[in-house]
Nanobody
Framework: QVQLVESGGGLVQPGGSLTLSCAASGFTFSSYAMSWYRQAPGKQRDLVALIDSYGRTVYADSVKGRFTISRDNVKNTVYLQMNSLKPEDTAVYYC??????????WGQGTQVTVSS
């Protein structure tokens, strides 16, 4: 019953902003770190940002200063606020959680396209 459902992707112009959401259910959300990954065509899936159960964050160098990961433990939702978007940010973005002995879970992915 563990589920991660992403939303908020779409087409945006360079320099624009977009916010992704990941709604989680089926586990004790507040106890686990949550992450965003992205994968462009023909490339590997890379970590974009992570937020742990204490609210501490980690970012890929390519998005530092532009993206912000946050979480709402009441709504069981993790967000990725993306500002100053560049064409190279174009990818499918995935929500991820490592549940330890409970295994790992991936969302279905949401497409972000940055283009004029």
């Amino acid at each position: 019953q563990v589920q991660l459902v992403e939303s908020g992707g779409g087409l945006v112009q360079p320099g624009g902003s977009l916010t992704l959401s990941c709604a989680a259910s089926g586990f004790t959300f507040s106890s686990y770190a949550m992450s965003w990954y992205r994968q462009a065509p023909g490339k590997q899936r890379d970590l974009v940002a992570l937020i742990d159960s204490y609210g501490r964050t980690v970012y890929a160098d390519s998005v530092k200063g532009r993206f912000t990961i946050s979480r709402d433990n009441v709504k069981n939702t993790v967000y990725l606020q993306m500002n100053s978007l560049k064409p190279e940010d174009t990818a499918v973005y995935y929500c991820y959680c490592n549940l330890g002995l409970g295994g790992v879970r991936w969302g279905q992915g949401t497409q972000v396209t940055v283009s004029s």
